[in-house]
């Protein structure tokens, strides 16, 4: 499993991103502050407040991959519910940034420290399809291009929205 680390333990330049880099942080005050910032950017997908509280607040207990150009331009939280699976928790980039393979180099980023660290399965949670939305249908374009695939739409996850779970094995 992987364990607490100091707050910044690994950055790269990422060719195709416009000379951002991704920073591994550690759950802190300080990737909950970057997580409320670009949360605050994306109204049309966290627009509901006590929603978006208990994302910033997840980010004192969950690990963070951050992307940045200077200042954070995207963030992804994960999970990890078993030595074998994981779990995107969250994943928000600054809308100025996309389009730019900043999400896709952030989930990379944790697949292969996920698959260093033994883990075989991601998931992830989304809006399902029952619900017509264009921002969700483009985040579940997003994650249908990262390779994952539909497993289940539920509704009894997420009461009042249906929740599509996504699956990708990881080798
Ligand atoms: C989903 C999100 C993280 C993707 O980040 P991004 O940096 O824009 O994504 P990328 O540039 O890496 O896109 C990779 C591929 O995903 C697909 N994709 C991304 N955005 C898309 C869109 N709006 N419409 C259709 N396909 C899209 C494309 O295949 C794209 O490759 P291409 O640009 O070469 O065609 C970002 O759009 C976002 O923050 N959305 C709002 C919040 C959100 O949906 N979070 C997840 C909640 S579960």
């Given at each position: 499993m992987m364990t607490a680390r100091p707050a910044r333990w690994h950055a790269f330049g990422m060719g195709g991103t416009g000379g951002?880099?991704?920073v591994g942080m550690a759950p802190?005050?300080?990737l909950a502050a970057i997580t409320e910032r670009l949360l605050r950017a994306l109204p049309s997908w966290f627009g509901i407040p006590e929603a978006n509280a208990e994302y910033v607040e997840s980010a004192t207990h969950l690990p963070g991959l951050v992307a940045r150009s200077g200042d954070p331009v995207g963030v992804?939280?994960?999970r990890?519910?078993?030595?074998g699976s994981a779990e995107i928790h969250l994943m928000a980039v600054?809308?100025?940034w996309h389009r730019r393979g900043i999400g896709k180099?952030?989930?990379a980023t944790l697949e292969t420290q996920l698959i260093n660290d033994g883990c075989r399965l991601l998931q992830v949670k989304t809006l399902g399809m029952s619900r017509p939305d264009v921002g969700y249908a483009a985040t579940r374009a997003f994650y249908l291009s990262c390779g994952f695939e539909p497993l289940e739409e539920t509704h009894d996850l997420r009461p009042g929205n249906p929740c599509l779970i996504m699956v990708k094995?990881?080798?």
């Open positions: 951002c880099e991704i802190s005050h300080e992804l939280l994960s990890r519910h078993f030595p600054d809308p100025q180099a952030l989930v094995p990881l080798r």
